[in-house]
């Protein structure tokens, strides 16, 4: 987005066309209102930027179909030239056409032409420079079909437009639209424009309108439109005077067989702007965040330093970029239907003036005409930044350019920094509608993003503290380690030709999160189906289960749903599902044991969860919000999503039996998603790394130094291809992981968490309790009759406390007493990781802590046969 500068935001507003409430399209469902079609074309406005077109900022959607659009504008425009009432130098009229050719030349090259130019939208600058506004206007009504008004303004239309009538498409009767106009529709309205600001007074002005067609259609058969329209406004004289390049321009522009009209492009080669082009350097778009060119600005510094902040009042927010701007406007109070209530753009009325208008069998009618208000308002109404100011006054000059590099606190030195040092502790919600807290998120999220992945580290740190709705897009991609020219990669792939997916994705997208505006626009789906067929066509191995959107998802999908989407993907399902079964009975074993008992297992409610990565479960505000912090953790991650929500239904599912149960998840309850995610968390923090361990999941790599969170560090909890590749998890088959109600871990997690002397690689701090006692209870319960040699007495784990299981258990399994209620009865606040050399005692061990609820329950992968080899056992010194 361009930067605010001496640029205005601006508000206009119309009206889309309504459509009949009692018909429905051809798939059976309703029509999709007008104005959710053009919210949709409008969004690829906002992605151009050009030095001669305003920039497009926002559009918002109304009552009875109202649009109203944010985008740049500037008060001077060329009618202000108009009314001086004489004419502008010729060498004024050649720069005013040459920038106005770039602007047009440039939306040419995307597929699009203005249609409306007039003096009106064509606006200046604080230099004098041209700004194309409302260039986007017959883009998003796709050519007018989707209003009640014709686009353009006749004085200015051309002559093929003008024979071809007024158009309406919601008239049954008008079986085919139009067809649109190209780029020479406006080399037209260019040159009646010039004309205008070369004599120095309007034209085709006071002719009736049924007049001025007929006067434009007999222009066909003249040979020179000038003279004809200079005698017609007596200007004959003004006009032979105009230097040989500029009536040269103008005939070329007013050519009246389309055929012979030159385009924007091909006229700005013309030799008529051979001594104007050399002061016009071509346009270079700037380089975009992932790309394959190097990044890079421009930096000019006075010579005195000091000279840069020697004016205090200096407007530091107009160096924002424009989007910016608008969005701290709208949090700081800004309303848009009251900016144009105040101008009387939006006029209330009373119901009864709204009435229809009856017609009796004499021809009396009554009621009300047409209502105007439905017509285009050309009206702009500029935005106030007073109250933003006002708001960001104490906000101090430090705050706008942050030294990335400073180790204190990324929260600006000003005399607000005690008030937004406590924001940070609010609630995110508050915190996202804090104007003073979001400029500063804002603008430091820029600096790091504009410095990725040099700062790819210290984004993770940020987002662990929030990230700002206004670049979260950007946020996830680095955070996913999105990098590389995607565009490119994106455009290569085949996302027309016919698939066997695409009628599975027809019908999918409809039901995707349709209430949201955006995706439920012709627009949104098109770009949604183009994204879902380009993952499908470059990933041939899978089943269906824009460029930035695509390398999101192509990160997304292997971190967190690696072969999920297998044509055959049952096994990978059910070790999922079995894993998440084991983290419920890790963190709260009293629901799982519920649960277990009704037969209600994760089958019957989490494969949506998980396969949908909760976008199935909650609405796309509170998905914000949660994804903000998933793309923090690692593929375990949403285990523990899944945990707190289940805790946050804890009372209401153990009161419940298995059908209550089903009607509860059939229409999920109000979750409060910011618990949810603190929650997480926390559950994420004291599970083991190797608990969640999975031999579908993707391959490993190490994620971070820290888990995300600033907690314990890890590796990605694909545990099987790590430097100690003996002390790991082993694979187990489906059906001996499912007989196991506790998780196992590592070797390597054990000597982690204990803090002994092991490996170099495997020696990191360890998280406390707040106790000040380590997480973790080894508890060894082998027994003498089992292994004499191998007795507690002869070789343990540091620290760990022995219950043979033979004072458990009797011979034939039966249960002689409870551990839990006296041995373990005070370290309810510890992991607790049971170790033997029979691994099916230590499960059935498990099993039974887990049975009388006994939280954080764990077996140690491989038992004592595995951390014998570690020479870390401790042989007790005698008693002398």
């Known amino acids: 987005m361009q930067p605010l500068r001496d640029a205005e935001l601006g508000a206009s507003t119309f009206f889309a066309s309504p459509l009949p409430h009692d018909v429905c399209g051809s798939n059976g469902l309703p029509l ?51 009314k001086q009432g004489k004419p502008v130098s010729a060498d004024k009229v050649l720069h005013v056409a040459y920038e106005v050719l770039e602007g047009l030349e440039f939306m040419n090259k995307h597929g699009m032409v203005h249609r409306a130019l007039s003096t009106n939208n064509v606006l200046l600058d604080h230099e004098g420079k041209v700004k194309l506004a409302k260039f986007g206007l017959y883009h998003m009504t796709d050519h007018g079909a989707d209003v009640d008004f014709p686009i353009g303004y006749p004085s200015y239309l051309p002559p093929e437009v003008i024979a071809q009538g007024c158009f309406c498409p919601s008239e049954p009767s008008i079986s085919e639209a139009h067809l649109p106009s190209g780029p020479k529709t406006d080399v037209w309205s260019l040159g009646v424009l010039l ?7 309007r034209i085709l002005q ?62 700005l080669t013309d030799s008529v702007f051979e001594g104007i082009s050399c002061h016009y350097p071509p346009y270079q778009s700037p380089v975009r965040l992932f790309s394959a060119a190097p990044r890079s600005a421009f930096l000019q510094l006075p010579e005195d330093i000091s000279e840069l902040c020697k004016d205090d009042k200096e407007d530091y927010l107009s160096e924002r970029a424009i989007d910016e701007v608008y969005h701290l406007w709208c949090l700081a109070g800004g309303d848009l239907e009251k900016e144009l209530t105040n101008q009387e753009i939006i006029q209330s009325k009373p119901p009864v003036c709204t009435l229809p208008k009856f017609i009796l069998e004499d021809g009396e009618s009554f009621g009300q005409g047409r209502d105007r208000s439905f017509l285009l308002d050309d009206t702009t109404v500029k ?60 603008i430091l999220f820029d600096r ?83 994204v879902l067929k380009a993952w499908v066509v470059s990933h041939p191995d899978l089943v269906y289960w824009q460029a930035l959107a695509y390398a999101c998802m192509s990160a997304f999908i292997p971190k967190y749903l690696y072969n999920f989407f297998l044509k055959d993907n049952s096994h990978v399902i059910q070790e999922y599902l079995t894993v998440f079964s084991q983290m419920i009975a890790f963190h709260d074993p009293e629901l799982s044991n519920h649960l277990n008992e ?29 994804w903000d912090t998933l793309l923090l953790g690692n593929s375990s991650f949403p285990f523990c999503i899944g945990v707190a929500i289940l805790q946050q239904l804890r009372d209401r599912l153990l009161a419940n039996g298995f059908n209550e149960c089903i009607l509860l998840f059939s229409d ?113 319960i082998r027994s003498l009759e089992e292994y004499p040699f191998l007795i507690f007495s002869r070789g343990h784990i540091p620290g760990s406390i022995n219950i043979p299981f033979s004072s458990v258990f009797g011979p034939d399994g039966e249960l002689l007493q409870c551990p839990a209620g006296s041995a373990l009865a005070g370290y309810r606040l510890r992991v607790i990781v049971i170790l033997s050399s029979v691994m099916r005692n230590a499960t059935t061990f498990a099993a039974h802590l887990v049975k009388v609820s006994f939280p954080r329950v764990c077996v140690l992968d491989g038992g004592m046969n595995k951390m014998k080899s570690t020479g870390l056992l401790t042989v007790p010194s005698p008693q002398i």
């Not at 309108?209 to 003004?238: N, Q, Y």
């Not at 040989?244 to 091909?266: G, N, W």
């Not at 030294?403 to 406590?422: I, V």
């Open 383 to 442: 935005l106030s930044l007073f109250q933003l100011k006002n708001r960001l006054k104490d906000v101090a000059g430090e705050t706008y350019y942050p030294l990335l590099e400073d180790e204190q606190s990324s929260l600006p030195q000003s005399t607000s920094s005690n008030e937004l040092s406590a924001v940070v502790t609010l609630p995110l919600i508050i915190r996202e509608r804090d104007t003073e807290y979001q400029l500063t998120r804002i």
């Open 32 to 82: 999709t209102p007008n104005s959710i079609k053009i919210l949709g074309r409008f969004q690829i406005l906002k992605t151009i930027t050009h030095p001669r077109l305003c920039q497009y900022v926002d559009i918002t959607r109304g009552k009875h179909e109202r649009l109203v659009i944010v985008a740049e504008h500037h008060e001077k425009s060329l009618k202000d030239l108009l």
């Open 598 to 626: 009704i037969g209600f297992i994760p089958d019957l409610y989490a494969i949506p969860w998980f396969l949908t990565m909760f976008t199935h479960v909650f609405p796309l505000h509170k998905i914000f919000h949660l």
């Open 448 to 530: 790091l993003l504009k410095a990725y992945p040099f700062k790819k580290n210290q984004v993770w740190k940020e987002a662990r503290v929030d990230i700002p709705p206004l670049l979260r897009g950007l946020a996830w991609a680095a955070l996913l380690a999105v990098e590389g020219d995607i565009q490119s990669k994106y455009d290569g792939i085949d996302k027309d030709t016919p698939i066997p997916t695409d009628r599975q994705i027809e019908v999918d997208i409809p039901r995707c999160h349709q209430y949201d505006e955006l995706l439920s626009s012709p627009q949104g789906h098109v770009k949604f189906r183009r």
């Open 206 to 267: 006071n002719i009736d309108i049924s007049e001025r067609m007929k006067f434009i259609l007999t222009l066909g058969c003249m040979d020179d439109i000038i003279t004809v329209l200079a005698e017609e406004h007596g200007c004959i004289e003004t006009v032979k005077e105009l230097p040989e390049s500029v009536q040269f321009l103008l005939r070329k522009c007013l050519t009246f067989l389309p055929s012979k009209r030159p385009t924007p492009a091909e006229l």
């Open 195 to 201: 004309f205008e600001i070369s004599v120095g007074r």
């Open 668 to 780: 999920l309850p109000e979750i409060d998603i910011e618990r949810c995610v603190r929650e997480s968390i926390n559950l994420f923090c004291w599970t083991p790394k190797s608990a969640t361990y999975r031999q579908h999941a993707q391959p490993n790599k190490p994620v971070s130094e820290n888990n995300g969170f600033g907690k314990t560090p890890y590796y990605a909890s694909e545990y099987h291809d790590i430097t100690k590749a003996d002390l790991s998890r082993e694979p187990l088959k489906l059906s001996e992981l499912k007989a196991e109600v506790s998780p196992r871990i590592s070797v390597e997690d054990l000597i982690d968490l204990c803090e002994l002397s092991g490996p170099a690689c495997l020696k990191t701090p360890i998280k406390r309790a707040r106790t000040g006692k380590p997480k973790i209870l080894a508890v060894d």
